[in-house]
T-cell receptor, first 109, second 114 residues
Framework: RKEVEQDPGPFNVPEGATVAFNCTYS??????FFWYRQDCRKEPKLLMS???SGNEDGRFTAQLNRASQYISLLIRDSKLSDSATYLC??????????FGSGTRLLVRP | DAGVTQSPTHLIKTRGQQVTLRCSPK?????VSWYQQALGQGPQFIFQ???????QRGNFPDRFSGHQFPNYSSELNVNALLLGDSALYLC?????????????FGQGTRLTVV
């Protein structure tokens, strides 16, 4: 079993749709949580950190449930430019990042 | 600010050969981590260097080794290349203090082993 599990998708949604991604992690000692975005053949880039209180950045909302070891990302009003792979990432001890395999999002006109 | 730079961007090697990949961290960053990303997978942690020493290591064989220089730049060496070593190799730099400091990735080196 992978330490960070994500639905690989693809999620194919129309522009303007709301889409939610989920992720579960198995190690309860995990300390930090992130969503990264990776465009095709490019490097991953930090989208947002995730906190237990939940946090929002424009159209993006992330939630963390430590008890259920569950992380979510909600994208509202999807844009064509949101098409990418979204990587759920968990940090353990001094910045060792554990990546999920990613969820692919395709936003169509 | 140049960000994280990696070289070369692409590389083709023959099975059994050795390869060295290079990384220059973002200005002000002192920690360098290396990741291997196979096609369709998320990056897998190889190891991390801080103060010129390997601080953490993932589940990779001893064929994978590294080095960090006094200017914080780093090299990843892979010996006795296997076909399965074909992947995108990513370098990430960060600052050593704090849990939630962002890791910045370079554009990667795409290694093909034939």
């Amino acid at each position: 079993r992978k330490e960070v599990e994500q639905d690989p998708g693809p999620f194919n949604v129309p522009e303007g749709a709301t889409v939610a991604f989920n992720c579960t992690y198995s190690n309860s000692a995990s300390q930090s949580f992130f969503w990264y975005r990776q465009d095709c053949r490019k490097e991953p880039k930090l989208l947002m950190s995730v906190y237990s209180s939940g946090n929002e950045d424009g159209r993006f909302t992330a939630q963390l449930n430590r008890a259920s070891q569950y992380i979510s990302l909600l994208i509202r009003d999807s844009k064509l430019s949101d098409s990418a792979t979204y990587l759920c990432v968990v940090g353990r001890s001094s910045y060792k990042l554990i990546f999920g395999s990613g969820t692919r999002l395709l936003v169509r006109p | 600010d140049a960000g994280v730079t990696q070289s070369p961007t692409h590389l083709i090697k023959t099975r059994g050969q050795q390869v060295t990949l290079r990384c220059s961290p973002k200005s002000g960053h002192d920690t360098v981590s290396w990741y291997q990303q196979a096609l369709g997978q998320g990056p897998q942690f190889i190891f991390q260097y801080y103060e010129e020493e390997e601080r953490q290591r993932g589940n990779f064989p001893d064929r994978f080794s590294g080095h960090q220089f006094p200017n914080y730049s780093s090299e990843l060496n892979v010996n006795a290349l296997l076909l399965g070593d074909s992947a995108l190799y990513l370098c990430a730099s960060s600052v050593s203090s704090g849990w939630n400091t962002e890791a910045f990735f370079g554009q990667g080196t795409r290694l093909t082993v034939v």
